[in-house]
């Protein structure tokens, strides 16, 4: 029996672990040389509560159950959570009610931990809060999470129970026999056999459908543009910050990261046509995130915090829901799609969702297997260890005293350990390992890291690209 | 885990660094030089460009041989010098750090420190600059590092934006070396690098240079594609319609220096302007013992001024660790009209000072004015790029007690 899961972001990896848990040989197929590297990388990365999804959606559901599953989760996959809790922010009486309807939808979502807090209290979880300010909806079971972790780990531990991850092909279609995939064709003339077929494609969903000939909803794009800060600005964040959330969204955020750093955004800006590639920044988005934090933060608009901006987008549909359906016109083809945020929070639960409830339908056989392992060993950082276990580590094997990202600390050996694990480009690197990430972006250590790719993978430095082929690094030698 | 002690510490082994080391070695203490890269000599031993040293060997050198040639003399006067270090942290106070090292973790206690870790370059993301995120945005001093120092090429045809000094020896190198360099894009009127290197640089080889206009968005999925560029007004705002497009595969980066003051900063006063440490004419931080110098203070024009304010700091963190230093009153240096960066910062009165100061806006004409001292220095053709030097010797601060302060303005 194998499966195919088709997309590598936080959705497919997780449902491709699932389903290691069964007898089914598992294939997680992703185009981009490296897991996680879609929608997941580029988000607020925040587990939310789940008090603001409309009762009965799917995604409000998923959502508060998702958030649950997340301690055990990074237990076993050793991806870092903080659970920083979260704040929503109003300014007077007249706001009020938006909390209050916010903390009732809350509660007919199961979510706990939830109150309406006062001025004093305010300033005592979050000190730096503009004094605008005097009322919040405080939640805390809301946190922060290193999204692609969950991804990469996800594929790792695929991998470590016998499935297979492929990165760098894309499928293109399939052979159908009698209603059923049979066959999944990927770029470079591969062909898997398939039992089962995951469309989990993220913002390609309804091309990888339609490339089976399955119709699905239509996704239309909506750009988030952020700004990263150098973790000085951490010093003024301690929570998830958000303003009253509007039509358009949960608004543009101040959100501190779990290593450290605080991001400011996103905006929430439809895109006309339907660009998946265009993750470009903009003058007015830029200057409108920067805007919204320094209401909420007072001093956080600050040139010397800036480390870098980027964008995301986020997959959206008339429906304004999570689709998550087996083919109408395949019996063994299921559609994961329109996973909009809380997407992240989310996926652990769509995960369980998909394989209890969706997969049954497809008369595919779920017996457990005895011999699933849902941990994967921790992945060692220096920066955590106290400097004694680094002394002992260094004794053992010297690359792990020899810093390639100094600002934040990454050894060479957690680097070789990345590329063992499956890192492919600089961004492989960078992501798994946070070197380069730092406030000096890279300017110091993308040169040694390219270095120990070439080394380990056996290629040319011009062999090498930021993230993918076409991202390349240098175009040859000065002399021979 | 091992113990170290040593009379001084240095923490980065640039010029700065190097000097300091060598100069509190000479006074006769116990000297260790803790370096992150391999071999010391910081961004001397990728500048194979000559022009360094006139001032402090009376010579021209090559950067690569001034670094070597304090290498030489350091390991003559017995400094210690211990490569591919990290510092993981370090009580400033205290002047204890933890260090790791392939060779092994270690702690090292001191009695005075050098803090001389020079400066980086800003990075692009920094910017703020509009568009998608591909590769072939890089900063001069690491394109540098690659042609000089690694023989790799990382461009086919690039824009420079920033005429700073890296930039245009930049530009004139990779043209030696068959890149294309469509032209230098600088925001300001006027160019941000020295005369000589305009001319030698950029004239010599047909580049152009565009003045008052600034790249406004990278475009490119995997590589870098094209850049667009607009004029800007006085504000640096761009003005609309005024935008075209350069079609390159490479945006290098001369937008400045930032002095790398961020490991210990929590401990030590930053000028906001300098954006380096504050330090006296002897080199001293807001904390006893611990001395600074180089490009981590103001960033200096010249290697020349950076070795002899690190040969300053050296000698006094090495009277210091003696106990033999005699410090005297202190007086804080303040800004007056049109000054920029200026070093040092406060004046003890025991040390003759040297001062460095920068335009904030160039000037035809110009005097440098030492308010209290009633001293002045006339010049010509002031530009913000070339440092104005004044020494003034320690006899004749005497004015500064009652005044309590130097103030220093151009006119
Ligand atoms: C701005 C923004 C902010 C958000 N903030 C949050 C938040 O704070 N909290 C939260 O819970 N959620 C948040 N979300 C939502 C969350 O990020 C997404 O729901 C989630 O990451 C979706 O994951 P995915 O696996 O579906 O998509 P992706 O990560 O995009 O994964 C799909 C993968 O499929 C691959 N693929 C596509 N086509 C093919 C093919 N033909 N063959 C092989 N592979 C293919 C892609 O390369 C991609 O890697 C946010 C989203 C955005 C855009
Ligand atoms: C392209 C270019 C061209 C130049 N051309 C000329 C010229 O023609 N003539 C001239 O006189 N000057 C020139 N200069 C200027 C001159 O080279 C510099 O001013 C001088 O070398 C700076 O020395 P520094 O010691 O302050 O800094 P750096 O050389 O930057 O040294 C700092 C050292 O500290 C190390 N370090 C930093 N942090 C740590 C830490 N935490 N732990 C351990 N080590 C650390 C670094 O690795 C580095 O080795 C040029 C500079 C450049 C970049």
Not at chain 1, 446 to 451: E, R, V
Not at chain 2, 83 to 108: M, N, W
Request: aromatic share 6%; hydrophobic share 40%.
């Amino acid at each position: 029996m194998q499966a195919v899961v088709i997309g590598g972001g936080v959705v497919g990896s997780l449902i491709a672990r699932e389903l290691s848990r069964f007898r089914i040989k598992v294939v997680l197929v992703e185009k981009s040389e490296d897991i996680g590297q879609g929608v997941t990388k580029a988000n607020s990365a925040i587990l939310h509560g789940g008090y603001d999804d409309p009762p009965g959606t799917l995604r409000a559901r998923l959502c508060a159950s998702g958030n649950l599953m997340f301690d055990e989760l990074s237990e076993e996959l050793r991806f870092p959570i903080r659970r920083t809790g979260s704040i929503v922010v109003a300014k007077d009486r007249s706001e009020l009610p938006k909390l209050e309807e916010l903390l009732q939808n809350g509660i007919n979502n199961g979510v706990k931990d939830l109150k309406i807090v006062g001025r004093d209290e305010l300033r005592e979880l979050e000190p730096h809060i503009s004094r605008d300010f005097r009322y919040a909806l405080f939640c805390g079971s809301a946190g922060i999470t290193e999204p692609w972790m969950v991804a990469i780990a996800s594929a790792i531990n695929v991998a470590a129970n016998g499935g297979e991850v492929v990165t760098g092909e894309e499928v293109i279609g399939g052979r159908i026999y009698e209603g059923r995939v049979t066959e999944v064709f990927l770029s470079s003339g591969r062909k898997l056999k398939a039992d089962l077929v995951i469309n989990a494609a993220g913002l390609f969903y309804e091309k990888v459908a339609s490339a089976f000939g399955v119709s699905v909803p239509s996704v239309y794009l909506r750009k988030g543009e952020y700004i990263l800060l150098d973790k000085k600005a951490s010093e003024l964040v301690n929570m998830i910050i958000f303003p009253i959330p509007t039509a358009a969204g949960k608004g543009k955020l101040v959100v501190p990261t779990v290593d450290g750093g605080v991001l400011l955004g996103p905006t929430s800006v439809e895109l006309p046509g339907f660009s998946p590639e265009d993750v470009s920044t903009t003058d007015s988005g830029l200057a409108s995130v920067r805007e919204s934090g320094e209401n909420l933060i007072p001093g956080i608009d600050n040139p010397k915090f800036f480390i870098k901006s980027f964008a995301g987008l986020r997959p959206e549909t008339v429906q304004k829901d999570f689709y998550i359906r087996r083919a109408e016109e395949l019996a063994n083809f299921i559609t994961v799609g329109a996973i909009r945020s809380p997407g992240l929070t989310a996926a652990p639960a769509i995960a369980e969702f998909v394989i209890n409830t969706i997969v049954p339908e497809t008369g595919i056989d779920l017996t457990r297997r005895d011999d699933f392992t849902p941990g994967i060993e921790e992945r060692i950082r220096i920066k955590e260890l106290p400097v004694r276990e680094v002394s002992r580590l260094i004794d053992e094997n010297p690359s792990y005293g020899r810093i390639v990202c100094q600002c934040n600390e990454v050894s060479e050996a957690e680097i070789v350990q990345a590329i063992r694990d499956g890192a492919r480009t600089i961004d492989g690197v960078k992501f798994r390992t946070r070197a380069g990430f730092g406030r000096c972006q890279g300017g110091f250590c993308s040169w040694n890291i390219a270095k120990i790719l070439a080394r380990e993978l056996k290629k040319d430095l011009s062999e090498i690209g930021q993230n993918s082929k076409e991202s390349w690094v240098v175009s040859g030698k000065v002399r021979q | 885990m091992k113990r170290l002690t040593t009379d001084v510490l240095v923490i980065g082994g640039g010029a700065a660094g190097m000097s300091s080391a060598l100069s509190a070695a000479k006074a006769g203490v116990g000297v260790t030089l803790l370096e992150r890269e391999p071999v010391a000599g910081g961004v001397l031993n990728q500048c194979i460009h000559n022009g360094f040293g006139l001032q402090f060997y009376h010579e021209e050198l090559t950067g690569p041989e001034f670094a070597s040639r304090l290498q030489r003399e350091m390991s003559e006067e017995g400094v210690s010098m211990i490569g591919e270090c990290y510092i993981r942290h370090i009580d400033v106070k205290e002047k204890k750090a933890t260090v790791l090292s392939p060779k092994g973790a270690f702690e090292i206690s001191a009695r005075a420190l050098v803090i001389s870790s020079g400066a980086r370059e800003r990075p692009f993301g920094s910017l703020l600059i509009q568009g998608h995120r591909p590769s072939g945005i890089l900063p001069a001093g690491v394109v540098q590092r690659y042609v000089n120092l690694e023989n790799y090429l990382p461009a086919r045809r690039a824009v420079v934006l920033g005429s700073g000094d890296i930039g245009l020896i930049m530009a004139r190198r990779l043209t030696l070396e068959g890149v294309e360099i469509v032209a230098v894009i600088e925001r300001m009127p006027y160019p941000g690098g020295l005369t000589r290197n305009i001319v030698q640089c950029l004239e010599d080889y047909g580049i152009p240079l565009v003045l008052s206009t600034t790249v406004t968005k990278v475009i490119g999925r995997g590589r870098l594609e094209e850049v667009e560029i607009s004029k800007v007004d006085e504000r640096f705002v761009p003005i609309f319609g005024t935008s075209s497009r350069l079609k390159v595969d490479t945006l290098i980066l001369s937008a400045g220096l930032l002095p790398q003051v961020e490991d210990f900063d929590d401990d030590l006063t930053v000028d906001p302007i300098n954006r380096g440490f504050v330090v006296s004419n002897t080199g001293e931080s807001s904390v006893e013992g611990v001395f600074a110098a180089g490009n981590n203070v103001a960033v200096y024009d010249l290697v020349d001024y950076v070795a002899a304010e690190g040969w300053i700091a050296g000698r006094h963190a090495a009277l210091y660790a003696l106990g033999k230093n005699t410090p005297g009153k202190k007086v804080p240096v303040v800004r007056g009209d049109n000054v920029g960066v200026v070093a040092p910062g406060i004046v003890d009165m025991e040390e003759h000072v040297r001062l460095y100061v920068r335009l904030k806006n160039p000037m035809e004409e110009g005097t440098l004015i030492l308010k209290e001292l009633g001293l002045e220095k006339s010049f010509s053709y002031g530009v913000p790029s070339e440092m104005i030097q004044m020494v003034i010797n320690k006899e004749k601060l005497m004015p500064l007690i009652d005044a309590g302060r130097l103030t220093v303005e151009v006119h």
